[in-house]
């Protein structure tokens, strides 16, 4: 299915910022912006953007960053990142297991979002919601910490890098 896209109507662009700003309170000036935002909706979730880059994803309900708006903006969202061996399932949709867990920068609470890195070179490849909360993880020796809503390689961002946005 080929995607579709339309401005926002203001309104709706309120309803968006809004919803952006309650979850990452510290994109204020992000959102200041006097530029149009774009709904693309395509096969697998629906995009926001804005200056002709897609920020937020919406999937499953969750308004996420996208990996444009991860490595161009701050987020100071918590991280959690995996050796080596997990890399290869997770970039086949798995979600985040415990054991494959090395280091949490920050600290989370379960349905907050949290960005998955890998170790070996400190880059973003999936973005998901916390499951448990970190203070329950840390002691845990096994079970899932993060389901991945959004990974390199995933439909949605073959999407959004077949229409360069």
Do not use: C
Request: aromatic residues 8%; proline residues 5%.
């Amino acid at each position: 299915m080929p995607a579709t896209m339309h401005f926002l109507s203001k309104k709706d662009t309120k309803d968006l910022l809004g919803m952006v700003l309650k979850q990452y309170p510290n994109m204020a000036n992000l959102l200041k912006q006097k530029e149009k935002w774009m709904l693309i909706r395509f096969e697998g979730g629906v995009a926001y953007a804005t200056g002709g880059k897609a920020l937020f994803l919406e999937i499953d309900g969750n308004l996420i960053p996208t990996f444009y708006a991860l490595k161009s903006y701050d987020f100071k969202l918590p991280k959690v990142i995996v050796d080596e061996g997990a890399v290869p399932h997770i970039l086949n949709g798995a979600d985040v297991l415990r054991p494959g867990i090395r280091e949490v920068q920050g600290s989370f609470e379960a349905n907050e979002v949290v960005v998955v890195v890998e170790e070996k070179h400190g880059v973003p490849i999936a973005v998901g919601n916390a499951l448990i909360p970190w203070s329950a993880a840390v002691n845990a020796k096994r079970g899932k910490v993060v389901k991945v809503l959004h990974y390199v390689g995933d439909p949605v961002w073959k999407a959004l890098n077949a229409s360069k946005l």
